[in-house]
């Protein structure tokens, strides 16, 4: 059995930007939203049979209550953030197990639905559907891994010490010192990938690091500035890396056979008219009846 966790989110921001406007009769602009649809019914085409789907219900999570920098809906286009409910009503009556985070965020869902997968011996492999840096503190050998769709480039243990110079388990403490964009925290001055994959390759994490840079046992440019701006900054640097730290909790399934797709509700047909998509309904009773 394999197990494939998508970000809706990323998904719906992919298509949006990557799609011709499609506006309904009703005013409602749907492209974005049909466009994830029918590549999760192409996730089951290609042999997929127990698929979760984690969205953002809201952007806003816990975290901007820790940083006040942090993403938020701010500025985002109305027609995209006006389908974030609409993907998740489409891809439930789709058939799809869909985690729509409102405290938590869709990174946190898809990590706690891999440690779900991953603790199950029934499960041969778990994908991460994200090209999201912070879901890389999540893979595992190469049993859980990590898959950017877009590209088809897949990350195993071993890929991401490769792509950012320090194990999984580093990923948190990478991005405290050099930052995430996409999330809106900077990582702290000076701090850059070559330094951070330099010196938590070695000591792995933040309270590991010794204070002094005449203690460091790796050559890195510029260490006793790095080292004196770890120690000034070293609360901030923890409340960067709590904030790229993945939450395992958060609310999603207990068991994976919830994830098992076992074909669209009754309601669906209705939904894939109203995304003026009625294709969308006929591929999901296609894929029914090979379940049959």
């Known amino acids: 059995m394999h197990v494939h966790l998508v970000d809706g989110t990323y998904e719906l921001f992919r298509y949006h930007f990557a799609l011709p406007s499609h506006v309904t009769a009703a005013g409602q602009e749907v492209a974005a939203t049909r466009g994830v649809v029918g590549s999760m019914l192409g996730v089951l085409e290609d042999g997929a049979t127990h698929v979760g789907i984690a969205t953002d219900h809201v952007i806003e999570s816990f975290r901007n209550e820790l940083w006040a920098g942090y993403k938020s809906s701010e500025g985002m286009p109305p027609e995209l953030l006006g389908q974030f409910g609409l993907l998740e009503e489409a891809l439930a009556a789709a058939g799809f197990t869909v985690f729509p985070m409102v405290e938590f965020e869709a990174d946190d869902a898809m990590a706690a639905a ?42 195993d243990a071993a890929g991401v010490e490769e792509r950012f110079g320090v194990p999984p ?115 999901a009773e296609r894929l029914a009846e090979r379940l049959a």
Request: proline fraction near 6%; glycine fraction near 8%.
């Open 114 to 155: 891999a440690a779900v997968a991953d603790a199950d011996p029934r499960v041969e492999r778990v994908w991460i559907c994200t090209p999201d840096k912070d879901l890389g503190q999540c893979v595992v050998g190469d049993r859980v891994v990590q898959l950017d769709r877009r590209k088809g480039v897949v990350l």
């Open 169 to 283: 388990a580093s990923i948190p403490d990478y991005l405290a010192l050099v930052g995430d964009s996409a999330d809106g925290f900077p990582g702290l001055p000076g701090w850059g990938a070559k330094s951070a994959a330099a010196v938590l390759g070695r000591y792995g994490r933040l309270e590991d690091v010794p204070a002094a840079a005449a203690d460091w046992e790796v050559p890195v440019r510029g260490a006793g500035k790095l080292a004196a701006t770890l120690q000034d900054h070293f609360e901030l640097a923890l409340l960067f890396r709590r904030i790229a730290t993945v939450e395992r909790d958060a609310p999603t399934v207990a068991d994976v056979e919830e994830l098992r797709w076992t074909g669209p509700t009754d309601g669906f047909a209705s939904v894939a008219e109203r995304l003026d998509a009625p294709n969308l309904a006929a591929r």
